[in-house]
């Protein structure tokens, strides 16, 4: 049965070799910033143990946490990847081959997070890594006193897609030989990920649902602050990689009366996307278009009501901040996003409206209603504090209270 942890005061955090506790946070980052910027948040919320940890953040995504990094944080950048449409991988930016960029970020993998020894190992979302190349990292750290964690978000995909593939990668056995724990970053009330899985009790027994990441976003400071004039309705479409119509959309809505809009495109988004945006911008004072902030989640606590394409993070900073959020999901090739609009919108955390509906019309007449009605609350029953939990779970790792990893060979 899964559990959830309480927040409460966090223990010190001592190792047996009298150092500070050594935090190494892998994601794989082949589209869009999600994974990277959950890991970012987490390294975070970490800071708070005493002493503050070493923490290692592994990514092919450096651009989103350059500026952002706690103290005791540093980067060890992968060759980045990217998704095509069809749902293959290949380099983003090297003229090699995916086996010689997958060797060479395993290779990276290895080397970094053995030497680094850490105490704990947040692994996101693929047991084994992006197409396994965590394993070796995984098989040189069997026999040491890593403890080693699968975080999952709170929805993986349409529930049929995500059994499918969590057994296409064998992900049961790789959990019970290497893991000692899974993290569920959401509310189980909301919607499972173990049950769309259909985990074994044994590992339902290491689960724990730490509510979203969501509270604590906020107050981290940011290296360069965006100049907004309030009052302003935000769009952001994630890494931007496929958030063009969204975005275009955006640009060109009426706003509410007295309103300014903000539209951050995302790094990721392809220059001649970002230009059409642009030019759809263009001789309108009232629409200001960035590529990138540094600051989301003040941007968010700010608006005065935000749409966006339902990722996970920024979904988190919205609800966090009661800010009212229209959600567009992507619907291919993946169902994350509307999954998780459709599971939210019941609780009332969020509103959604689905790709073939968008419109400017549609998009002006929801933020005149939104910015009438005001901030939102959500439910009351629905879990924003997993931040907060995470820095006792790690310090109890540390202290030996996880369940141990099965002694069996991996299937």
Not at 99 to 128: G, N
Not at 289 to 313: F, Q, R, S, T, W
Request: net charge neutral; aromatic share 4%.
């Amino acid at each position: 049965m899964s559990v959830t942890a309480a927040p409460g005061p966090v223990r010190t955090a001592r190792t047996g070799a009298g150092r500070r506790l050594r935090v190494a946070l892998y994601s794989h980052d082949a589209q869009g910033l999600g994974h990277v910027r959950r890991n970012l948040a987490i390294a975070h919320a970490l800071s708070v143990v005493d002493p503050t940890p070493d923490v290692l953040l592994l990514t092919g995504a450096p651009e989103a946490v350059t500026a952002h990094r706690p103290a005791g944080c540093d980067l060890v950048s992968l060759p980045a990847m990217t998704k095509n449409g069809s749902g293959e991988y290949g380099a983003r930016h090297l003229s090699v081959d995916d086996e010689h960029v997958l060797a060479m970020r395993r290779a990276v993998l290895t080397a970094a997070i053995t030497s680094f020894r850490p105490d704990v190992l947040v692994v996101d979302k693929h047991p084994r890594g992006l197409r396994g190349e965590l394993e070796p990292t995984l098989r040189a750290l069997a026999d040491a006193p890593t403890k080693v964690v699968l975080g999952l978000r709170d929805v993986l995909d349409d529930p049929q897609v995500a059994r499918h593939e969590w057994r296409a990668d064998r992900g049961t056995a790789a959990v019970s030989r290497w893991f000692d724990q899974i993290w569920v970053y959401g509310d189980a009330g909301v919607h499972d990920p173990v049950l769309d899985l259909d985990l074994p009790h044994r590992l339902r027994e290491r689960t724990v649902h730490t509510g979203y990441l969501a509270h604590g976003r906020q107050g981290v400071l940011a290296a360069r602050a965006t100049h907004v004039e309030t009052p302003y309705v935000l769009a952001m479409v994630g890494g931007g990689s496929d958030g063009a119509a969204l975005a275009e959309t955006f640009a060109a809505m009426p706003l509410p009366a007295g309103h300014n809009g903000v539209l951050v495109t995302g790094p990721q988004m392809p220059a001649e996307q970002r230009l059409r945006v642009r030019r759809v911008a263009a001789g309108r004072p009232d629409m200001h278009v960035h590529d990138y902030v540094e600051d989301a989640p003040e941007l968010l606590a700010g608006a005065a009501a935000v749409i966006g394409m339902g990722g996970y993070n920024t979904v988190c900073e919205a609800m966090a901040a009661g800010t009212p959020m229209l959600v567009v999901p992507r619907v291919t090739p993946r169902k994350e996003q509307l999954v998780r609009a459709r599971a939210l919108s019941a609780v009332g955390a969020v509103e959604h409206l689905t790709p073939d509906r968008l419109g400017t019309c549609t998009l002006a007449a929801w933020a005149a209603d939104a910015v009438a009605r005001g901030p939102r609350r959500p439910a009351a029953r629905l879990d924003l504090d997993g931040l907060a939990r995470l820095p006792h779970l790690v310090t109890d790792l540390v202290g030996g209270t996880a369940a141990r990893k099965e002694n069996a060979d991996v299937a």
